[in-house]
């Protein structure tokens, strides 16, 4: 049996600032419970719900999902529809938490591309808790880093373009300040369920130095106590950038 954890046991003085999570393998639970693949994203929705608590009360800043990537356009149409109409049930029915909480919600992706009607919640979502800084909950949604990786070049190419920058003058904080992600520090964690141990195009750029934590779990199985078990793991890890164990000393 895994280990469990609670929030008493984390050090707060190397807790991450930002933790992505790749929220992985909804559809494999629900089948395993002989039910249909939508079950599995309903039962995901209280995992982010326990997850995004347990990161506020563990301190931490920035939480960022990935809850629909630029690949998943092509799983069955019924499955997506009912995934985009989930995303814009529980925007509607977390405002107030969110609100309470003082947690912001913020998005990245190529946001005009959603459904309407889900564009739409996302965006009332986002303008009524902007006010909120006690963490920053930012979805995934239409994301791809090669995407954003291809906006970024473009935006700059304009940049240069129109004399704004000098070629000479671009380097590694350019590149970062014009990836969706420029309002966050990069993850020092990557989360990702499910056994799979990939990071499938997402924040590529941002992970250069990330640790990653992979859970045997499936998403709807990931509760507070396995967030905060990865945490702890974490905080035990060695992060070195490239140095030697002794110059870090
Ligand atoms: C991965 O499982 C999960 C997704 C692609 C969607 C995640 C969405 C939710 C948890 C619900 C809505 C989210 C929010 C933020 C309200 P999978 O379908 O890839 O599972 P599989 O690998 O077993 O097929």
Redesign the pocket.
């Given at each position: 049996m895994e280990e469990t954890s609670n929030i008493n046991e984390l050090n707060q003085g190397k807790l991450p600032r930002h933790v992505g999570i790749i929220?992985?393998?909804?559809?494999?639970?629900a089948r395993k419970h002989g039910k249909p693949?939508i079950f599995?994203?309903k039962n995901?929705?209280q995992?982010?719900r326990e997850v995004s608590e347990a990161a506020a009360q563990a301190g931490i800043e920035f939480l960022t999902?990935y809850?629909?990537?630029t690949e998943?356009w092509s799983r069955p149409p019924r499955e997506v529809s009912a995934?985009m109409g989930?995303?814009v049930e529980?925007i509607h029915r977390e405002m107030n938490t969110l609100n309470k909480n003082n947690i912001r919600l913020r998005a990245i992706g190529e946001l005009d591309q959603l459904p309407p009607r889900t564009h739409k919640a996302l965006l009332e979502g986002i303008e009524k808790t902007r006010d909120n800084n006690r963490m920053d909950l930012t979805?995934a949604l239409n994301y791809s880093s090669r995407w954003e990786l291809t906006e970024c070049t473009r935006a700059i190419a304009r940049e240069v373009q129109q004399l704004k920058i000098k070629p000479e003058d671009i380097s590694e904080s350019t590149i970062s300040d014009y990836l969706a992600t420029h309002f966050m520090p990069d993850p020092e964690l990557l989360i990702r369920t499910?056994g799979e141990k990939r990071l499938s195009n997402f924040l590529l750029w941002q992970c250069a130095y990330t640790e990653f934590y992979f859970s045997d779990k499936?998403?709807p199985e990931f509760k507070k106590e396995d967030f905060n078990l990865a945490i702890k793991e974490y905080q035990n890890r060695e992060r070195r950038f490239g140095k030697t164990s002794d110059q870090i000393l």
């Open positions: 929220m992985d393998g909804n559809g494999r639970w693949r599995g994203h995901g929705v995992s982010v999902l809850a629909f990537s998943n995934l989930l995303l529980t979805l499910s499936m998403w």
